[in-house]
């Protein structure tokens, strides 16, 4: 019997399986169409091809095809992983950490609102952030179509070097080595390691609005729900994103206003009593630091902080101060600094407790602090600030309310919105009924990414606050969440008829 080489055996094995008339009628495949881009990022083989499903299908009939997956047996958390991954991979944290890469950013927020929704709303939130996706997709492609780089594997670092590797990487804003830095830690630690490394940088300087923490917050949150198996390319966009300093020279070599205050602040958390976990909730305490913050400098903000502490104060009134004040620069200007503001301090404050050393708790606290004051110093940038006050709510009802009719009242009036909402959550209304109210309007009527982000913060952190305070942080809230008078998008229809 002759010998049986590869290429008579396939040939052999075709012809005998009935397939060769099948291979003939595919045609032949060039070198290029079987060939991979060894320069670009690749995932494992189990996620790539849906990842590849979304790059490469086009935006008119994404949902539709989607839909199609979803009903041959395709997954959340697949889907999920498949389109955070996909973002990282074609959209660039550049020139700042917010636009078009929201389509990132928003992923864990659309999560958090797929958790919350009833079931017939349930696939709304994550189809409607794939069509973001291809929105941002296509900016980026006009921008040039940055795509992340495959990893430099001559150079990532042993495991028992990557950890110092990063951290002189990071203070000194040193992309390739933090790259590759990031890559050999990821490798080698469990996500709290690597995130507890992290969170002090993430929050360091104030570039970009505070997108840079919120990255880093959302990023581990989607992570924990989708598994570190998928972390190394979304840390080394994390990493990337926050060494940004567009437009800055080298901030470790400068000066910066960006700066600043995470610099103040390394000094001053050496100044907190070891006893700071142990203080007394405090209401008088809160009042007088929103009150504070209303108009003061970001030093005196995390001065005060440190005083308070020091005095007993529980950190717990603090934060009930933190998120106060960022929901009253919302009163003050409506847009999309003051929603930041929001956002920053839900990201923080989510890093807060989760990071396991003390210190870098200390900063995160002094570090939300700080960025309040710069909030409102980049919205009175844009205009005038209104002398509104979140502790100066009204109780007093001026109609007759109820849930629906407040969010009709936000379409004509949201000063007079915020106070019926005031008084019908002090009046011992449900805030379960507003939520759920608010985040299906998001739904409905939410026509960007901010809709997504910011409802999903807020309607999350009312939550985390004292009775006192979390009454007037959701009804400062009026002035962002979407009307009931809004029109509702075309998208859902879209949604609900592919998903049947």
């Known amino acids: 019997m002759a010998p049986l080489n590869r290429r008579h055996f396939l040939a052999a094995t075709a012809s005998g399986l009935g397939l060769s ?159 590759v830095a990031i890559t050999g830690l990821v490798r080698t630690a469990g996500a709290n390691r690597v995130f507890d490394q992290l969170a002090v940088h993430a929050a360091r300087d104030f570039r970009s609005i505070g997108h840079k923490v919120i990255y880093l917050s959302n990023a581990f949150r989607t992570l924990q729900t989708i598994g570190w198996d998928y972390a190394e390319p979304v840390m080394r966009s994390l990493v990337y994103a926050m060494l940004n300093h567009q437009g800055d020279p080298n901030p470790s070599e400068s000066d910066l206003p960006a700066d600043r205050p995470g610099r103040f602040n390394r000094e001053l958390q050496g100044k907190i009593s070891d006893k700071w976990r142990h203080g007394k909730i405090d209401p008088d305490a809160t009042r007088d630091l929103v009150r504070t913050l209303h108009d003061c400098s970001p030093r005196d903000a995390s001065e005060l902080v440190v005083d308070m502490i020091n005095r007993g104060v529980a950190a717990q009134s603090i934060w009930d101060a933190l998120f106060a004040s960022a929901s009253e620069l919302s009163m003050r200007q409506r847009g999309i600094v003051a929603l930041h503001a929001v956002t920053t301090t839900n990201a923080i404050h989510h890093a807060f407790r989760t990071v396991g050393d003390d210190d870098t708790a200390k900063y995160l606290l002094l570090q939300n602090a700080s960025f309040l ?128």
């Open 373 to 500: 004051p710069m909030f409102v110093e980049a919205a009175a940038g844009r205009g005038k600030l209104a002398d509104r006050r979140v502790d100066e709510l009204s109780s007093e009802p001026t109609r007759e309310i109820d849930v629906p009719g407040i969010f009709r009242t936000m379409g004509s009036d949201r000063t007079e919105a915020s106070h019926q909402m005031y008084a019908y959550l002090s009046g011992g209304g449900n805030p379960q009924n507003v939520v759920d109210h608010a985040r299906r309007l998001v739904f409905l009527k939410g026509s960007d990414s901010h809709d997504y982000k910011f409802s999903s913060a807020a309607l999350e952190d009312y939550r985390v606050l004292t009775p006192e305070w979390r009454n007037r942080f959701l009804a400062a809230s009026t002035y962002q969440l979407r009307s009931e008078t809004e029109p509702t998008r075309g998208l859902v229809n879209r949604i609900r008829t592919a998903i049947g």
């Open 21 to 179: 008339h099948v291979l003939d009628a595919l045609g032949p495949l060039s070198a290029d169409e079987v060939s991979m881009n060894k320069g670009i990022a690749r995932f494992s083989g189990e996620i790539e091809p849906l990842v590849q499903f979304l790059e490469n299908t086009p935006r008119d009939v994404v949902i539709e095809e989607t839909a199609k997956r979803i009903q041959a047996g395709v997954g959340y958390r697949e889907l999920l992983a498949a389109l955070l991954l996909a973002g990282v991979r074609n959209v660039q944290p550049r020139p700042s950490v917010g636009f078009k890469f929201h389509a990132v950013l928003v992923v864990n927020s659309a999560h958090l609102a797929s958790l919350s929704s009833s079931s017939s709303d349930r696939w709304l939130p994550i189809l409607w952030a794939i069509d973001n996706f291809k929105s941002s997709q296509a900016r980026d492609v006009n921008e040039g179509n940055w795509t992340l780089a495959a990893v430099d594997e001559a150079n990532v670092p042993k495991g028992h070097q990557a950890s110092d590797q990063l951290g002189h990487a990071l203070e000194h804003w040193d992309e390739s080595a933090a790259d």
